[in-house]
């Protein structure tokens, strides 16, 4: 930075009054600043900044004028100036009455010996506008970017995952630019290979005119019909077309060949998937499609209906774990399963509605692997009617310790205790008739019941001939 050479003897005749215009000519806005930070005067050299109320900032503390993120500098430059240091230009912003903070450049020159300084700024909201239309500039060139990429690997995906074979050839030398892997399949070449390559070499001596033609032909129209061609060592005829689109500068062939009867298949496939997902749709039983976490990607109708909502939107992006009886238990023990089985059958639980009513059910589900996107299926069996009996209906007792293990996890504890004393009464009386050559009114007498007693629990558990008289 160069300073004037003599001030002493060059500025030695300027009056207070011609300072004090050289100071407002060169300066947007001046402030005359005393050893305590107060503005004492005030100098708006602006038309732009007169409307902003400067007057108003005499008396006043130069700190309480800015913004509370520029007051430590304000500090700063009162420091440096105070103590004479080498001067520093701050970026302050002064609150508005009309919008936006106007952003002043400031630098703080001592004057006097009585700790005045004058604080000389540049208006920089020019500079701040520019500033902001480059970021919104640059932020728009971010977002066309990213979009063109989200493109560029959508047709990346399509191009790669598409099963239609499909070549891209450069218009003016017919060479293969590229291939996707069904093409390269049905060419039986890698698509390394099959790139560089003029299309003419990908099929036979007799059909090369056939292709060659009709890729003449693209030009004039945008896209052609098909014609039937034969790979070079393929035993197939197909059907070749292809249609011009352009690139930058260069023009472009996309070539699409296709087996007889493919399209057709294709169709077909298409048609049993439809009525597969129909029937889906349509079972009794609940089906449930959640991610691998247990949140809901699809669900039918019949799980719509068992969980008491009005649409399947209702239930996805929702945890199964909702609609389970014992949160945070059941889903948890079924997605354990799952990784490590692969597939989970009858295990018992109950649905809660969403208006609070319950249903006994049975799940059978099963992991589906996918390198991107993996899910689990659920189907979800109300077997509320079948696990209902009535006090006469008769039931058939566990037979052993081991179908009693059985129950742990599909019936409440407090059933199966009950179910371990019809047992083990099943087992005591039938040991009593046994023992008794089915003397029934000794069997009653060993067991401590009366005879009306034992017909009762021989009626219940099915034991004995009821026809037979007592002996």
């Keep these: 930075m160069a300073e004037f050479q003599a001030p002493e003897r060059s500025l030695a005749g300027l009056s207070a009054e011609t300072t004090a215009l050289l100071i407002s000519a060169a300066a947007d806005v001046a402030l005359m600043v005393d050893g305590k930070g107060v503005i004492r005067d005030?100098?708006?050299?602006?038309?732009?900044?007169?409307?902003?109320?400067?007057?108003?900032?005499?008396?006043?503390?130069?700190?309480?004028?800015?913004?509370v993120e520029s007051r430590p500098k304000v500090v700063e430059l009162l420091s440096d100036a105070a103590k004479k240091r080498a001067r520093r230009w701050r970026h302050l912003n002064h609150p508005s009455t009309r919008g936006a903070d106007v952003p002043v450049l400031y630098a703080a020159v001592?004057?006097?010996?009585?700790?005045?300084?004058?604080?000389?700024?540049?208006?920089?909201?020019?500079?701040?506008?520019?500033?902001?239309?480059?970021?919104?500039?640059?932020?728009?060139?971010?977002?066309?970017?990213?979009?063109?990429?989200?493109?560029?690997?959508?047709?990346?995906?399509?191009?790669q995952m598409g099963a239609e074979a499909v070549l891209i050839v450069d218009a003016g030398s017919q060479k293969v630019l590229e291939a996707n892997p069904a093409a390269a399949r049905l060419i039986g070449e890698s698509g390394k290979k099959l790139v560089g390559r003029t299309l003419a070499e990908c099929f036979t001596t007799r059909t090369r005119g056939q292709v060659a033609a009709m890729l003449q032909r693209v030009p004039a129209a945008g896209r052609s019909e098909e014609v039937q061609a034969k790979?070079?060592?393929?035993?197939?005829?197909?059907?070749?077309?292809?249609?011009?689109?352009?690139?930058?500068?260069?023009?472009?062939?996309l070539v699409r060949l296709t087996l007889p009867g493919a399209s057709t298949a294709n169709v077909a496939a298409n048609a049993e998937r439809s009525m597969l997902l129909q029937a889906l749709e349509s079972v009794p039983d609940g089906f449930v499609v959640t991610d691998i976490e247990g949140?809901?990607?699809?669900?039918?109708?019949?799980?719509?209906?068992?969980?008491?909502?009005?649409?399947?939107?209702?239930?996805r992006g929702q945890s199964l774990d909702r609609w389970l009886g014992r949160a945070g238990v059941d889903l948890s023990v079924l997605i354990a399963?799952?990784?490590?089985?692969?597939?989970?059958?009858?295990?018992?639980?109950?649905?809660?509605?969403?208006?609070?009513?319950?249903?006994?059910?049975?799940?059978?589900?099963?992991?589906?692997?996918?390198d991107e996107h993996p899910c689990l299926g659920f189907t979800i069996r109300d077997v509320g009617r079948r696990l209902t009996?009535?006090?006469?209906?008769?039931?058939?007792?566990?037979?052993?310790?081991?179908?009693?293990?059985?129950?742990?996890?599909?019936?409440?504890?407090?059933?199966?205790?009950?179910?371990?004393?019809?047992?083990?009464?099943?087992?005591?009386?039938?040991?009593?008739?046994?023992?008794?050559?089915?003397?029934?009114?000794?069997?009653?007498?060993?067991?401590?019941?009366?005879?009306?007693?034992?017909?009762v629990k021989l009626r219940r558990y099915g034991v004995g001939d009821l026809g037979d008289s007592d002996s």
Aim: net charge neutral; with cysteine.
């Design 42 to 67: 005030v100098s708006v050299g602006s038309d732009e900044l007169a409307p902003e109320g400067y007057s108003k900032w005499v008396g006043r503390s130069w700190a309480e004028t800015v913004t």
């Design 110 to 159: 001592p004057v006097g010996n009585e700790g005045n300084i004058i604080a000389i700024g540049r208006d920089m909201r020019s500079v701040a506008t520019l500033q902001q239309r480059l970021v919104d500039a640059q932020q728009s060139m971010e977002r066309d970017y990213l979009r063109l990429r989200h493109l560029e690997t959508r047709y990346r995906l399509l191009f």
């Design 231 to 253: 790979l070079s060592g393929g035993q197939h005829e197909l059907t070749v077309s292809a249609a011009l689109f352009r690139q930058e500068s260069s023009a472009l062939f």
């Design 295 to 315: 949140r809901i990607l699809s669900a039918n109708t019949a799980f719509v209906e068992m969980t008491q909502l009005t649409a399947p939107e209702q239930a």
């Design 337 to 370: 399963n799952l990784r490590q089985q692969g597939s989970v059958r009858l295990f018992a639980t109950q649905l809660h509605g969403q208006h609070g009513g319950s249903t006994q059910v049975e799940i059978s589900a099963t992991h589906v692997p996918h």
């Design 389 to 455: 009996r009535g006090p006469e209906a008769s039931r058939e007792l566990p037979r052993s310790a081991s179908d009693l293990t059985k129950l742990v996890g599909r019936v409440p504890l407090k059933d199966i205790v009950g179910e371990t004393t019809d047992l083990i009464e099943k087992m005591c009386i039938s040991a009593a008739l046994e023992l008794t050559r089915d003397n029934r009114a000794s069997a009653a007498e060993m067991l401590g019941l009366s005879r009306q007693s034992l017909y």
